[in-house]
């Protein structure tokens, strides 16, 4: 993870004050990377540093800075000696107090975590040269964070069981942005999820050339004629990965059809079906936490146990 300005605007302007608590460097064992980050308000906190003991210590000791209204702390916490867990690593935790006029303008940010003294020509180097997503770095007890990194594109086809179950299980995880697409505004649940933004159309493979080519698909509309719509126009328009729902009988066919609209079967090929581990079983949840296991699991480049897209 990498700073999330957006996140911590809306908690502050949710909650009041919020310390957020950074994993800013591990050592051996520990139980999230660095990057990592929660944050606390009076009665109530979102995301995790993880490690049971290590947590309750973060969230208790950010209570601790709001009632008594410190800015910043820094610990190293050895996991074993300190908290009695068994990681064998130890965390280096920052906790920074922010309101709404605290947040940072622009990103990278580099800020010193004792007293302020001009930055020196390393911190300047790292903070210039870092990209989106890289993880937090320490140079010379300065504290430089990256912006986060573009969200990758995921569309959603059709909010039936299966749509709405791989959206649920997507919106949370960090680093996407779903756009989700079925025929009609009373297809979709009367809350969407945070992040997630649905279209109805009522020609829904019109809306193929909108996506961004680098985009993942996943094709899970309640109609084979439209589904076969859609992969004809992914197929034209380009994608990162797409993945059809249905047996293998529905993808033979669909593979001929494909062939008589003029594409090879090399990039036929490129579309997965069908889709999660069928290990798994078949009920929505489980189609879901396959496809969503997969993408996590191979660097978000699969749809399937089996096959890459």
């Known amino acids: 993870m990498s700073f999330d300005r957006d996140s911590l ?21 520990a139980p999230r990377d660095a990057g990592t980050a929660m944050l606390v308000w009076e009665e109530g906190q979102s995301g995790t540093v993880g490690g049971g003991a290590l947590e309750h210590e973060a969230v208790r000791s950010a209570r601790d800075m ?8 820094q610990r190293r916490l050895p996991l074993g000696p300190a908290l009695r867990q068994c990681c064998g690593g130890a965390v280096t935790l920052v906790w920074e107090r922010f309101e ?10 580099a800020r010193p975590l004792g007293p302020a003294h001009e930055m020196p020509e390393a911190v300047a180097r790292k903070r210039d040269t870092m990209r989106p997503g890289a993880a937090p770095a320490l140079v010379e007890n300065w504290l430089i964070e990256a912006a986060l990194p573009e969200a990758r594109p995921l569309w959603v086809w059709g909010a039936g069981h299966v749509g709405r179950a791989v959206v649920s299980v997507m919106a949370p995880l960090p680093g996407r942005a779903i756009t989700w ?5 009373d297809c979709f649940p009367d809350t969407l999820p945070e992040g997630v933004t649905a279209i109805p159309a009522a020609a829904p493979a019109a809306l193929m050339p909108r996506a961004p080519v680098a985009a993942d698909h996943l094709i899970v509309t309640r109609d084979h004629d439209l589904d076969l719509a859609l992969c004809h126009a992914a197929l034209n328009h380009g994608f990162a990965s797409c993945g059809l729902i249905g047996s293998a009988t529905k993808w033979a066919r669909f593979r001929s059809r ?52």
């Open 100 to 109: 709404a006029g605290d947040l940072p303008e622009s990103l990278p940010r």
């Open 66 to 73: 709001l009632a008594a209204g410190r800015a910043t702390a």
């Open 258 to 309: 494909l062939a008589a609209l003029g594409h090879s079967n090399a990039l036929i090929s490129r579309i997965a079906c069908p889709i999660g581990d069928t290990s798994l079983g078949r009920d929505p949840q489980a189609i879901a936490v396959g496809v969503a296991a997969a993408l996590l699991r191979s660097g978000n480049k699969t749809m399937t146990r089996d096959r890459a897209v």
């Open 181 to 185: 697409i079925d025929l009609a505004p």
């Open 9 to 29: 605007a809306t908690a502050i302007a949710a909650h009041g004050p919020v310390v957020r608590v950074l994993v800013a460097a591990t050592a051996g064992s």
